[in-house]
């Protein structure tokens, strides 16, 4: 394997810097053309509800709280449920299937507590909104329904995002940065290592160990 002059390979990068730059702009460009054409922002809406105790009394006793964590996981379950995603598309009238729908709605449950966040993604910060709120509000009605119980309450209601959160461009222009400099800079590496030819008299000196007698200058025609 030839042994590479790192002088000699830092004043070539040196020589190409324009070239690099110019690859770096081309890179970004095209990356950001990339991202406004095909990635759509998407925003997210949330709101919380709070198991409680069924009678809405003062009192509350260890078997309330072991019940309400015990039901935590299936609360989250039937929020998802056709039983409250199909009402919430009727009553709002969305131009939604209930999977489709399903598939925009996520559930999880506050560690070490009896609160359930709902969060709603769509590509408008207004409908996300509208999404969550109906979807608490209808989950609430049917609970009473199919336990008989009124344990459940509304802690936060949803409101608009003010940014999307699937696009930042910063975090972007920086993943092209690094993707541009690294391919304009392999490319020069390449060209570089497998570039035999001599290029100064210098080079004749310290690769043969000629001694060199004389240069024939490139003469331009008129």
């Known amino acids: 394997m030839e042994e590479i002059d790192l002088k000699e390979l830092l004043d070539y990068f ?59 996981g299936t609360y989250s379950e039937i929020i998802k449920s056709r039983k409250v995603i199909e009402p919430v598309i009727e009553n709002l009238g969305l131009n939604y299937t209930y999977g489709k729908l399903k598939g925009r709605v996520s559930v999880d ?18 409908t996300a909104t509208r ?17 008989k119980l009124n344990n459940v309450s509304i802690v936060d209601k949803a409101v608009d995002a003010v940014k999307p959160y699937n696009v930042n461009y910063i975090k972007d222009i920086l ?15 390449i060209k570089f290592y497998f570039d035999t030819t001599i290029k100064t008299s210098e080079e004749i000196e310290n690769k043969l160990g000629l001694t060199v007698l004389g240069i024939v200058p490139k003469v331009e025609k008129d």
């Open 109 to 126: 449950s506050v560690t070490n507590t009896e609160i359930i966040r709902i969060t709603v993604s769509d590509d408008d910060p207004k």
């Open 14 to 72: 040196k020589s190409k810097l324009i070239w690099i730059i110019i690859s770096l702009i081309f890179v970004i460009g095209v990356g950001n053309v990339y991202t406004i054409l095909t990635r759509v922002p998407m925003y997210k809406s949330n709101t919380t509800i709070v198991l409680v105790s069924e009678n809405n009394s003062e009192s509350y006793n260890t078997s309330d709280l072991q019940l309400n964590k015990n039901l935590v």
């Open 175 to 189: 993943i092209y940065s690094a993707i541009g400099l690294v391919l304009s800079c392999g490319i020069i590496f």
């Open 131 to 147: 999404i969550a709120n109906e979807i608490a509000s209808v989950f609430t009605t049917e609970i009473q329904k199919i336990y």
